[in-house]
């Protein structure tokens, strides 16, 4: 009779845990997606790759039921979504109008090289 009580009051528990974490995983998957919505791809590529990765991992520990592990996965991508987003928003959003502009359309060759003082100068088409 005990067991049977004890199991009853756990199991409430046990499925919070399974909605705690999809809560804490959806969090960061609609963080994750704002980041790259942001461009954080480009201008924050260390920080959103992190995210992605441990969103992914999160998403597998789900999978398995390891809702523990995937919480605190799930946190740690929200928390790198967040860094992308914010680095993703300090970068300038605008490229110049042409960008071309400032590459130089002559190309001058490099002067030649100075033997080395002391360097001996052998002709080797000589006979």
């Known amino acids: 009779m005990m067991r049977h009580l ?6 409430p ?13 959806l969090q960061a998957e609609q963080k994750v997606r ?18 992605k990765t441990y969103l992914d991992k999160a ?11 995937a919480e605190t996965l799930a946190l740690r991508a929200g928390t790198y979504a967040d860094a992308a ?8 959003r605008e490229l110049p ?8 359309t002559e190309v001058t060759p490099a002067p030649e090289p ?3 003082a002391g360097s001996l100068d052998i002709d080797l088409d000589a006979p």
């Open 85 to 92: 987003l914010a680095r993703a928003g300090d970068a300038p």
């Open 13 to 25: 528990l046990l499925g919070g845990c399974a909605v705690r974490a999809t809560s804490v995983l």
């Open 34 to 51: 704002a980041a790259e919505t942001a461009g954080a791809a480009e201008r924050a590529p260390y920080e959103f790759t992190l995210a």
């Open 59 to 69: 998403k597998e520990e789900t999978g398995t039921s390891d809702y523990g592990a």
């Open 114 to 116: 100075k033997p080395a």
């Open 97 to 104: 109008s042409n960008p071309a502009a400032d590459v130089p």
């Open 6 to 11: 004890f199991a009853v009051l756990l199991l």
